[in-house]
């Protein structure tokens, strides 16, 4: 799965869980948020850390560090191991499944995929698991160029919509630099 253009085709996977409305749920912080943090630890094998509000926003009915997220950052050899997951376990689990849409891969090179359940993740048994929630998944490339980061991701097996394959190439051949 090694990309061999470059040293290190990866920079980081970013795994963020937002768990604004879990807090409507009773005992968020003594039952929900620790279940939470178990499944996200076991998913991406890495401890997740909380990420907090800044200040206070009455619309969001949220205080000053209240928990709203939580977030794990991988890189190097666990970056590479999670991405390889979910090429090949994950996304074959998700229910009507079509491909990865190239429009996902912004300018920098991130790609972004989203979840709307834990449940296709292997470690997750849905039985066991009383929580539902969606999680979403960064994949920043080292190469911060849109075309070269396609290229890696095609070398390293995400499968792209069939049809937006060829469109995604004509008009990114001209911007390799």
């Known amino acids: 799965m090694a990309h061999r253009t470059t040293s290190k085709p990866l920079e980081k996977v970013v795994v963020n869980v937002g768990v604004g409305k879990l807090r409507n749920q009773p005992q968020f912080d003594e039952k929900v948020l620790p279940e939470v943090m178990q499944e996200l630890a076991l998913i991406t094998g890495q401890k997740p850390a909380p ?23 991988l890189r190097g050899k666990r970056a590479h191991a999670f991405l390889e997951k979910i090429v090949r ?17 912004d300018e920098g090179g991130n790609l972004n995929l989203g979840f709307r359940e834990q449940y296709v993740f292997p470690e997750i048994n849905m039985e066991k698991s009383r929580i539902h929630f969606g999680l979403q998944v960064t994949v920043v490339p080292a190469a911060r160029n849109r075309a070269r980061a396609l290229e890696l991701y ?11 394959n060829i469109r995604m190439h004509a008009n990114d051949a001209n911007k390799i630099e």
């Open 51 to 73: 990420r907090q509000t800044a200040k206070a926003v009455a619309s969001f009915k949220t205080r000053e560090g209240d928990i709203v997220g939580l977030q794990v950052t």
């Open 89 to 105: 376990l994950v996304l074959p689990r998700v229910k009507d499944f079509r491909g990865v849409d190239p429009k996902n891969v």
């Open 154 to 164: 095609h070398s390293l097996g995400v499968p792209f919509k069939r049809d937006a």
